[in-house]
């Protein structure tokens, strides 16, 4: 069973709009919460993490809301550039469990159109 | 700034032979994590390593074991591979006592091509 959903595969908006990003999880456990940008052919870059101690992360551009009682995240691309094409992966884990490894999405394939 | 390093890139084998793929984390990292990512897929944790110890165990095969060295490097050793093993291996690293609680950082993997 699939415990942290990225239910769009993909999304396309145009240049200087906003990007939303959604993100869903199940395991009531999860405490730290990670987006990821991947290009092809290359790891996951960090982008921005939320710890459920708190409802916004915000940096530059991007900013990340967490609602625990929905178990929902989203991130948000203000204003969305050509350059943050790119599929972003939602992660989540356990720390104050001691639970670290990453349990990550499917993913969300994010097209800027110019 | 120093980044994750794997090494190889690319691997070929072919199915019943053994690979070795190499990590070498972020310098005053200590904890190593292995995830594999097949073909349209998200990233599975495999295992990881906190101080050259054992730290999670994941979805690993048994035909796989790995070991954190001296040095913080790791190891992935893949045994008597399988079509299935067809996958991009990634390490990441992460500072346990830093700031970042649970940020870690990746390589850019290893593709594995099982023929």
């Not at chain 1, 550039?81 to 884990?93: E, L, T």
């Not at chain 2, 904890?31 to 295992?47: A, K, M, N, R």
């Not at chain 2, 067809?86 to 850019?108: D, M, P, T």
């Amino acid at each position: 069973d699939q415990q942290v959903k990225q239910n769009s595969p993909s999304l396309s908006v145009q240049e200087g709009r906003i990007s939303i990003l959604n993100c869903d999880y199940t395991n009531s456990m999860f405490d730290y919460f990670l987006w990821y940008k991947k290009y092809p052919a290359e790891g996951p870059t960090f982008l921005i993490s939320i710890s459920s101690i708190k409802d916004k992360n915000e940096d530059g551009r991007f900013t990340v809301f967490l609602n625990k009682s929905a178990k929902h995240l989203s991130l948000h691309i203000v204003p969305s550039q050509p350059g943050d094409s790119a599929v972003y992966f939602c992660a989540a884990s356990a720390i104050n469990s001691g639970n670290t490894p990453l349990v990550f999405g499917k993913g969300t394939r994010l097209s800027v159109i110019a | 700034a120093a980044g994750v390093i794997q090494s190889p890139r690319h691997l070929i084998k072919e199915k019943r032979e053994t690979a070795t793929l190499k990590c070498y984390p972020i310098p005053r990292h200590d904890t190593v994590y292995w995830y594999q990512q097949g073909p349209g897929q998200d990233p599975q944790f495999l295992i990881s390593f906190y101080e050259k110890m054992q730290s999670d165990k994941g979805s690993i095969p048994d035909r796989f074991s790995a070991q954190q060295f001296s040095d913080y490097h790791s190891e992935l050793n893949m045994s008597s591979l399988e079509l299935g093993d067809s996958a991009l291996y990634f390490c990441a690293s992460r500072h346990r006592g830093g700031v970042g609680k649970n940020i870690q950082y990746f390589g850019a993997g290893t593709r594995l091509s099982v023929l």
